[in-house]
């Protein structure tokens, strides 16, 4: 099994959504430059200003 990075995850479990950069960054009520950071690895979300709902703990956890 490949290891793949925090960035790579959410880059693939993005696009398997059909959701945009600004899609998910409107979900998470952050910008979609935030997002693109987390993608290519520059930065991690605030754990702390993430509002979290059963979307997207739905979203982060369809590995299957």
Same mark, same amino acid.
């Given at each position: 099994?490949?290891?793949?990075?925090?960035?790579?995850?959410?880059?693939?479990?993005?696009?398997?959504?059909?959701?945009?950069?600004? &899609?998910?960054?409107?979900?998470?009520?952050?910008?979609?430059?935030?997002?693109?950071?987390?993608?290519?690895?520059?930065?991690?979300? &605030?754990?702390?200003?993430?509002?979290?709902?059963? &979307?997207?703990?739905?979203?982060?956890?369809?590995?299957?």
């Amino acid at each position: 099994m490949e290891k793949k990075s925090f960035g790579q995850m959410v880059c693939f479990l993005r696009k398997e959504k059909g959701m945009t950069q600004n &899609d998910l960054a409107k979900k998470m009520y952050v910008t979609d430059k935030a997002v693109s950071k987390w993608e290519r690895d520059l930065s991690f979300p &605030d754990i702390n200003s993430i509002r979290i709902s059963c &979307d997207l703990i739905y979203f982060f956890c369809t590995l299957v």
